[in-house]
Structure formats: structure tokens, C-alpha cells
């Protein structure tokens, strides 16, 4: 059942990420799956980790046709660095911690960035970034929801 | 590599679907709830551009035949004909930086990579991956696109590049003194081998000579509509008789068939 919810909330997170969105609002997309990521490592570091985020970037890679293994690569780093800060995330306020989940959301985009740089397609602009933006907004209130999900089906 | 993604593709193929299911509801909504009066009024504006395409048609055939008959006299190779595969877009590409379609129809279907892909109006680009039941297609105006083309009015060759940006096409290497002006329509060369030949692709809409520079700085407007098209057509699409045909040997030489080969072109180009 746990792990039946889990799955479930990556699949709508998966949804999030491949809705069609005008090409303005492109750039601020919210990185749906990463967020999500972040949220289950900090609070079931023992269930979801480093291998989790990698089966879930694959996905992202499947679903976008990008390069294969281009999010798997970076949802496990960014699974392993949410595992080393669990414990200091957990007792941050709402916003402190909303600013630090930007920071690795940011990294996750930096990773991207180079990435694509190697295979030929490169920004231009900083405006990369702006996801990082808008998921740092988010955060406060998908972690309410996330919590209150987690707390209903009383998943440990 | 590709086989390993194509087949964990079809995995996410629900995912996608389920993606695309809003818009489908709503334009299923659409058509259920419309209203009667707009129902006959688009009825009939569709049965007068049917009689204007088919009374265009009537030439063609007489046009292909007299085309047919040319190149006879010039030794020249016969036009293939193109077959088409509708397809439905059900996917974009959600990221900024790459401009990708996905399509309803895969390899059952017989999409094949490299397949070129037009709408109603013009060129949007070629089939990149394919999996069991979807397809990637990959857009002219994506920056790791390049078409061969040529000026329709005089056959100057040209490759235009995509930019990144929906709306603009860069010529490449195209020297200072050449013959292009702004407004003249360029279709795909068939060079390459790529994409077959005759297809409009896109517009001059700029050109810039920059003196103490070798070449004119020329960009394009794509014409087929590449963030609007709901269906497209996939060219030449390998149908099961096609690959039959492949692993035949094909005997091209007596008389009598070529003519009937001849009749069955101008069959199939009336029917199109």
C-alpha cells in the first residue's frame, strides 16, 4: 500500500511535468518530479533514495524523449543530496526550507544545462533557472499537501 | 541502444495518452455539443472547398500525364508518388529547448526513423524515434534541424537551419550575390535523400546583405503552422506490400509493364 502511493504520486507528478503549456510559460514550468522526489526523500529517507530517483528520472527521459539516462542521472544525484540533508531539511521553517529545496532544484537545472551544452543544444539565457524559481514558490504548499497525503494513508 | 528505449517507450506510451486526454474530451465536447446551424455552415463551406481541391485534381491528372509524357521525351526518371499516414499529435515536448511532436502512429503503423512529416501547408519535420504505438518528431525549427531546400522560382540550393524559434528558418552559406528575394518560397530539393522532393517548407521573409561579410544573412518563416497542426500527414509510410515489394526482385525492363505502371501512378495521383 505504501509504496503503492508513492508510485501514485510520481505518476501524477510525471503527468504535471508532460502537460503541453504555451511556450512563454515553458520556462516556468515547476519541476513537478524533482519536487516530489525531494519530499519522499526527506521523509521516508529508508524507502525512497538514490535507486528510486533514477527509475524516476528514467521515466522523465522516456516521457520527454530526451537523451536516455540524462534525468535518471540527475534525479539520483539529486535523491542523494536530499539523503544527506534530510535531517537538517526536516527541521527548517516552511520558507527556509523551501529556499534550500531551490538550491537543489537549481543544481538538478545546472546538470541539465551541462548536459545538453555536450550534446549540441545550449541556453542562451539564465532564464534556465527560472523553474527553480517557481518551485521554491510552490514548495511551502506542495509539502502541506504532500504531508497531509502521507499522514491519511499513514505511510511510514 | 534505440531498441532498449523503444521498447521501454511503450511503457510510458499510457502516461502519454492519458496526457492528451483533457484535450481530447474537450474538442469530443465540442463536436457533441455544437451547435446545429455552425454544423451546416461548416458542412457547406467543407463541400465547397471539396469541389474547388477536386476540380483542381481534374487538372492534375491531366498535368501529371502531360509531366509523364515530358520527362519520356527527356529520358527522365519518373516522379515517385507519395503515399500518406494520417497522424495525431498527442504530445509536445515539455522543455524550452528542444521542439518535439509526438505522435499517435509507431512502427505498427509503419513509421521507420527519418520519415518526413507535412501538414496541410508545409514541411514540419522528420520522425526521430519510434516506438511500438508513438512517434517523436522531430521540428524543422529545432536548432539540431537542418533541411535541404531550393528557391521554388529560380532552383537556387540552399540548407535552412531551425533557429530554435517556431517562426524563423536561417539560410546558411547562401553568398551576398545570390538570387534570393524576400517572399520567394522554398521547397525541399530531395537532395540528401531525406525528404522527397517538392514540399514547401518556408518563406524568405529577410534578407540581409552585410557588407565585409561573404555571406547574405537570409531567414525564412516556416508555412506548415508547427505549434497549431492538430493532424499531419507521415509520407510514404512502409506498408506491409512495401516490404514485400523490397525483398522482390523487380524485373524493369519490358514495355508493357512500364505502361502499366504508368496507368497506375496516374491512378494514384488522382486519388491523392
Known amino acids: ?156 | 541502444m534505440d531498441q532498449v528505449r523503444s521498447f521501454l517507450t511503450v511503457a510510458v506510451t499510457p502516461l502519454q495518452w492519458a496526457v492528451d486526454l483533457p484535450t481530447r474530451l474537450w474538442s469530443w465536447g465540442a463536436t457533441t455539443f455544437a451547435d446545429r446551424n455552425d454544423l451546416l455552415e461548416e458542412n457547406a463551406i467543407l463541400k465547397e472547398q471539396t469541389l474547388q481541391l477536386s476540380s483542381k485534381n481534374q487538372r492534375m491528372a491531366y498535368l501529371i500525364a502531360e509531366n509523364l509524357r515530358l520527362r519520356e521525351l527527356l529520358n527522365g526518371q519518373k516522379p515517385s508518388n507519395d503515399n500518406f499516414l494520417l497522424g495525431e499529435v498527442i504530445g509536445l515536448d515539455a522543455d524550452a529547448f528542444t521542439h518535439l511532436l509526438l505522435l499517435n502512429r509507431g512502427r505498427n503503423d509503419g513509421v521507420y526513423e527519418g520519415q518526413a512529416v507535412v501538414d496541410s501547408l508545409g514541411l514540419m519535420g522528420q520522425v526521430i524515434s519510434v516506438s511500438a504505438f508513438t512517434s517523436r518528431v522531430l521540428l524543422i525549427a529545432d536548432t539540431a534541424h537542418a533541411v535541404p531546400v531550393l528557391v521554388n522560382r529560380n532552383g537556387f540550393r540552399a540548407v535552412a537551419i531551425g533557429s530554435g524559434d517556431l517562426d524563423l528558418l536561417q539560410l546558411t552559406h547562401v553568398p551576398d550575390t545570390a538570387d534570393v528575394k524576400e517572399g520567394d518560397l522554398l521547397v525541399t530539393s530531395g537532395l540528401g535523400g531525406r525528404f522527397p522532393k517538392g514540399y514547401p517548407v518556408a518563406e524568405v521573409n529577410q534578407v540581409k546583405h552585410e557588407p565585409g561579410k561573404p555571406f547574405a544573412r537570409v531567414t525564412a518563416k516556416p508555412l506548415a503552422q508547427l505549434n497549431r497542426s492538430r493532424y499531419v500527414l507521415m509520407l510514404n509510410p512502409k506498408s506491409l506490400a512495401d516490404i514485400q515489394l523490397e525483398s522482390l526482385p523487380i524485373d524493369s525492363g519490358t514495355a508493357p509493364e512500364l505502361a502499366d505502371e504508368k496507368q497506375d501512378n496516374l491512378k494514384s495521383g488522382v486519388q491523392q
Open chain 1, 1 to 156: 500500500m505504501p509504496s503503492l502511493i508513492i508510485s501514485l504520486s510520481f505518476l501524477f507528478a510525471l503527468l504535471l511535468s508532460a502537460m503541453p503549456l504555451p511556450d512563454r510559460l515553458l520556462w516556468f514550468q515547476p519541476e513537478w518530479v524533482s519536487m516530489v522526489l525531494i519530499y519522499w526523500c526527506i521523509a521516508l529517507p529508508n524507502r525512497v533514495g538514490v535507486f528510486s530517483g533514477f527509475f524516476v528520472g528514467l521515466c522523465v527521459d522516456l516521457l520527454e524523449g530526451a537523451l536516455l539516462g540524462q534525468n535518471a542521472l540527475i534525479s539520483a544525484v539529486l535523491a542523494a543530496l536530499s539523503l544527506q540533508l534530510y535531517q537538517r531539511l526536516r527541521n527548517y521553517g516552511a520558507w527556509q526550507q523551501a529556499m534550500m529545496v531551490g538550491v537543489l532544484i537549481g543544481i538538478s537545472l545546472m546538470i541539465a544545462q551541462w548536459i545538453q551544452n555536450l550534446t549540441g543544444v545550449a541556453a542562451d539565457t539564465i532564464a534556465f533557472m527560472l523553474p527553480a524559481l517557481t518551485s521554491t514558490i510552490l514548495w511551502p504548499w506542495l509539502f502541506i499537501a504532500m504531508r497531509t497525503i502521507r499522514r491519511r494513508f499513514q505511510i511510514r
